[in-house]
C-alpha cells in the first residue's frame, strides 16, 4: 500500500522546505499539498525543490478559479523542475468558496471541470509537439499558441504529470472514472462503508463507459487518523479531529457519509449552530460514537494493522498524517516502512 502525508495548511511557505524532507525522511511515497491559505503551486515548488524521491500532488488545487492554460504551464514547470515528480490533483470546492471568495463562476462545475482537465491535457500536447492547440468544449474553448508563448517540450524520460481528482458525489465519480489517472477521498467520506456503497461504484461506472477499469485509477484515501506513540497522545488526538469533523461536517456537500449511517441530522444541527456563530460549540455534538464509527485510530506500532483492517483491498494508497512533534519519527517511519510492505 502507498502511504501519503499531508501538511498543515497554515504551514509557512519558508518551513515547508524543512517539513518535506521530513516527508522524504520518514519513507513516504509522497506528499499532499492542499489549497487553503497557500498557493498550491507555489507550495509544490518549496516541496520538490528539497527532496529528491518524493512525489508531490496537489490535494486538490482549484480548478474552476484558474484558467486551463495557466494550470498546465504551473504543472509544466514543475514536473521538469522535479523530474516528473509533480502529480496535479484538480478538484471543484463548494459554490460559496467559488462565487463569494474568488469571484468566480460556479456553473455546472463538474462539467467545468471535466472540461478544465481535457484543455489542460491538450495544452500539454501542445508543449510536447505532438499537435496544435485547439481545444473545444462546452465551457473552454484554446486555439491560440505562438512559438513564443510555448515552452519546450519535456526531457526524455520525464512523464507528463498525471491527473487526480477529489470529490464526494456520484456525478464527480463518474466523471473522475471516465478521466482521472488517480481520486483522492475527502475526510468526511473515506469510511470503508462510503468507499464500497459510493465511491467505488461511482469510479466503477464511469470507468466502464470508456473501456476502462478501476485498476486504471489509483485510489488513495484521504482519511483522518487519530495517530499517536500512547493512549494520551490517542487522547489529545481525538478532541483534535472531533473539533475538525465538527466543522466538516457542516458543510451540505459532505453529508453523504453521515447519511449512510443515518446521521443527517447532525449536519443540520453544525449548519444551525454556524448561522448562529456558536463556533465553540460545534465540537460537543460530535458524540464518541461518530467519532470510534468514523475515524481509526492507532498507535504507531498498530498502524499497519488498523490500516489494512479499515481499507485492506479497497484502496490503492492511504494517506496519514504525521504528527506536529517530530520526537517518535524512528517509530512512525518503521510503521510506514511496513504498511508499504503490505
Do not use: K
Amino acid at each position: 500500500m502507498r502511504v501519503y502525508a499531508g501538511m498543515d495548511p497554515r504551514l509557512p511557505l519558508r518551513d515547508i522546505p524543512e517539513h518535506a524532507r521530513r516527508i522524504e525522511r520518514l519513507g513516504y511515497d509522497g506528499l499532499h499539498i492542499a489549497e487553503t491559505v497557500h498557493d498550491p503551486f507555489l507550495a509544490s515548488m518549496a516541496a520538490l525543490q528539497s527532496t529528491t524521491r518524493l512525489v508531490v500532488r496537489t490535494s486538490v488545487a482549484l480548478a474552476l478559479v484558474r484558467s486551463p492554460m495557466a494550470v498546465a504551464y504551473s504543472a509544466w514547470d514543475l514536473a521538469t523542475l522535479s523530474d516528473g515528480r509533480f502529480q496535479l490533483g484538480l478538484g471543484t470546492q463548494i459554490r460559496p468558496h467559488v462565487e463569494r471568495r474568488f469571484g468566480a463562476a460556479f456553473d455546472d462545475p463538474v462539467g467545468r471541470l471535466r472540461d478544465h482537465i481535457g484543455a489542460v491535457r491538450a495544452c500539454w500536447r501542445a508543449f510536447d509537439r505532438e499537435e496544435s492547440l485547439d481545444y473545444t468544449s462546452e465551457h473552454y474553448s484554446l486555439d491560440l499558441l505562438t512559438p513564443n508563448f510555448t515552452p519546450d517540450p519535456l526531457d526524455p524520460g520525464v512523464r507528463r504529470p498525471t491527473i487526480w481528482m477529489g470529490g464526494v458525489n456520484r456525478r464527480l465519480l463518474e466523471t473522475a472514472g471516465r478521466l482521472a489517472d488517480g481520486f483522492v477521498t475527502h475526510p468526511t467520506n473515506s469510511h470503508p462503508r462510503y468507499l464500497r456503497e459510493v465511491c467505488r461504484p461511482g469510479l466503477i461506472a464511469g470507468a466502464r463507459e470508456v473501456g476502462r477499469s478501476l485498476d486504471d485509477i489509483e485510489l488513495v484515501v484521504g482519511t483522518q487518523w487519530i495517530l499517536g506513540a500512547n493512549a494520551a497522545d490517542l487522547h489529545e488526538r481525538r478532541e483534535h479531529n472531533r473539533r475538525l469533523l465538527a466543522f466538516l461536517y457542516s458543510t451540505p456537500a459532505y453529508e453523504r457519509t453521515l447519511e449512510l449511517f443515518g446521521w443527517s441530522d447532525l449536519a443540520g444541527r453544525l449548519r444551525s449552530l454556524i448561522r448562529e456563530s456558536r463556533w465553540d460549540d460545534l465540537a460537543d455534538h460530535v458524540t464518541d460514537e461518530v467519532l470510534d464509527t468514523l475515524v481509526p485510530q492507532a498507535t504507531f506500532a498498530e498502524l499497519p494493522r488498523v490500516a489494512h483492517e479499515w481499507f485492506g483491498g479497497l484502496v490503492a494508497g492511504v494517506l496519514v498524517a504525521p504528527p506536529p512533534s517530530t520526537e517518535h519519527d524512528d517509530a512512525l517511519a518503521t510503521a510506514i516502512a511496513e504498511l508499504r510492505r503490505t
